[in-house]
Nanobody, 121 residues
């Protein structure tokens, strides 16, 4: 069973930075994709950034140039460096893993519990 545990959320002023971490454990197939997603109450969960097992990166337009997804060498920890944060980035952020190449949020099987990010103006 794959287990994902996020950390690093918090409150920050607009323009600030946060780094989210996601500890990944369990057996994961190859190829695979790991990603960060976010959700605000009343809205659908949306993709933020994804990285597959050969290093392909995918970013949502809203975060390009501000957020960076990365992994440690063992692919046991997933990171999301968030710079130049905006109030509209406020959401609960989730990490997720899927067997196979990167895809849309509905195709992800394994999810963490989420970590809240709040950006004040």
């Amino acid at each position: 069973q794959v287990r994902l545990v996020e950390s690093g959320g918090g409150s920050v002023q607009a323009g600030g930075s946060l780094r989210l971490s996601c500890a990944v454990s369990g057996a994961i197939a190859s190829p695979n994709c790991m990603g960060w997603f976010r959700q605000v109450p009343g809205k659908e969960r949306e993709e933020v950034a994804q990285i597959d097992s050969i290093g392909t990166l995918i970013y949502a337009d809203a975060v390009k140039g501000r957020f960076t997804i990365s992994q440690d060498n063992a692919r046991s920890t997933l990171y999301l460096q968030m710079n130049s944060l905006k109030p509209e980035d406020t959401a609960k952020y989730y990490c997720a893993v899927r067997d196979g190449w990167c895809s849309t949020v509905v195709n992800y099987k394994f999810w963490g519990q989420g970590t809240q990010v709040t950006v004040s103006s």
